[in-house]
């Protein structure tokens, strides 16, 4: 078959490379002249597999309030009366109900598993070099709520990954580049079989793999202007280039799934959270971060790379609804103090800010399955852990295009479950 994959990022880029791998003809479009220039381009830099808690749950919906009027918080809405953001909010209050997250949760988990094999087979398979490494993963609570929360969680050793739940000295402990006071901790959880990596250098080498490629045609530097419908079926794609004419159809474009989902007919309960990163390349004399660590309390995410030899560390985070993608200088800061609080690394210098639109489902667990639109596939909505599932997602989409089995639960992506 002939399959197009809307969208370059890494959702689009695994994606393709499955379906291409099981034989098909894959025809990749995106709007930017190269690949992974949106969300994919500066992200946190962690793979999550253990940790993969939603953003709608009990805990959340209680500190709404406090998150969303401080100036300083990790999260904001900046849409105003968007009827987009107000049916999404329905659904996200929803969510927060604890069966809810139980199961998004369980989903999650088996999705995560599914893509940390997977992208160790692409990463062999390839020989592709990306910074990859089994760092751990430190989740430190200033909150005792939070904390006491998160520690009943834990499973026992061995069958998550061997989590591990620890004092605000034995994190010290853990983590020596970390600056905290311990008496400002609650604890900790550390997980040691979490990785790290560069999902820009991860995407550089795929597709550079994909251009190899002989079933592969790239469409670049072409806006999507919209669907093209014949009898109900999707047959191809409008675009600033012409018509690109397909069997079948992958939506994988990120935060604009929902404009292309609308111009097709239905509704896509996605939507745009802006985040934040800063790259810093700490002093010669600083302490290296050994670990990836997670402040829980504000929301982020710092992980040590591997980039031509250097150990520059990734420092993510926010959440604001909006789909502005220009930089506010404050957001920025907020990273910048915390690198200075937390590792005592001065940012007074240049550092490399970016911002991008993270796809948002209301219970944060992607949208993976047929649309409404006949020919129309839906790989999209990953929100925060797009790097963690991306492959896993990949392997699931390729599967249920070609009627095979997956180990991953497909039900549980399905569209109809977060209508």
């Known amino acids: ?61 209680k500190k709404l309030p406090s998150l969303l009027l401080s100036p300083d918080a990790p999260m904001r809405i900046r849409a105003g009366l968007d009827p987009a953001l107000i049916s999404w909010g329905a659904r996200f209050l929803l969510a927060c109900r604890p069966a809810a997250v139980r199961e998004t949760v369980a989903a999650q988990l088996a999705l995560a598993a599914l893509s940390r094999s997977e992208l160790a087979r692409l990463t062999q398979n390839l020989m592709l070099s990306f910074g990859l490494r089994t760092a751990g993963k430190l989740v430190v609570f200033r909150s005792k709520r939070e904390f006491d929360a998160a520690r009943r969680a834990v499973m026992p050793t061995g069958e998550d990954g061997g989590q591990q739940v620890l004092t605000p000295t034995e994190c010290l402990g853990l983590e020596p580049a970390l600056r905290l006071d311990a008496g400002k901790l609650a604890g900790g959880i550390f997980t040691a079989s979490e990785q790290v990596g560069d999902c820009a250098a991860f995407c550089a080498g795929l597709t550079f793999r994909l251009r190899r490629q002989r079933n592969v045609e790239w469409v670049l530097g072409t806006e999507v202007v919209g669907p093209v419908r014949s009898s109900g079926r999707l047959v191809a794609v409008d675009t600033g280039q012409g018509p690109v004419q397909a069997d079948h159809f992958v939506l994988c474009m990120g935060a604009a799934s929902g404009a292309f989902a609308k111009a097709c007919g239905f509704y896509l309960p996605i939507y745009p959270l802006k985040g934040y990163s800063i790259t810093l390349s700490p002093a010669p004399e600083a302490r290296l971060l050994r670990h990836s660590v997670t402040d829980m309390e504000r929301k982020l995410v710092f992980a040590p790379l591997v980039r031509d030899g250097h150990t520059p560390v990734r420092v993510a985070g926010i959440a604001d609804l909006e789909s502005d993608t220009q930089i506010d200088p404050r957001r920025v800061e907020i990273l910048r103090r915390a690198s200075a609080e937390l590792l005592g690394i001065d940012t007074a210098g240049d550092v490399e800010p970016w911002c991008g639109l993270r796809p948002m489902t209301p219970d944060s667990r992607p949208i993976i399955g047929w649309s409404p639109l006949d020919g129309l596939f839906i790989n999209s909505g990953h929100g925060m852990l797009g790097w963690t599932l991306a492959c896993g997602s990949a392997r699931l989409t390729a599967d249920m295009i070609d009627r095979k089995r997956s180990v991953a639960p497909a039900g549980a992506f399905a569209l109809c479950r977060a209508a």
């Open 1 to 61: 078959m002939k399959i197009c994959v809307l969208g370059a990022g890494v959702i689009g880029l695994t994606t393709a490379w499955c379906l291409a791998e099981a034989g098909h003809d894959v025809i990749i479009v995106d709007r930017h002249a190269s690949t992974a220039k949106g969300a994919s381009a500066a992200n946190g830099g962690q793979l999550s597999y253990a940790f993969v808690a939603p953003l709608a749950s009990p805990a959340t919906l």
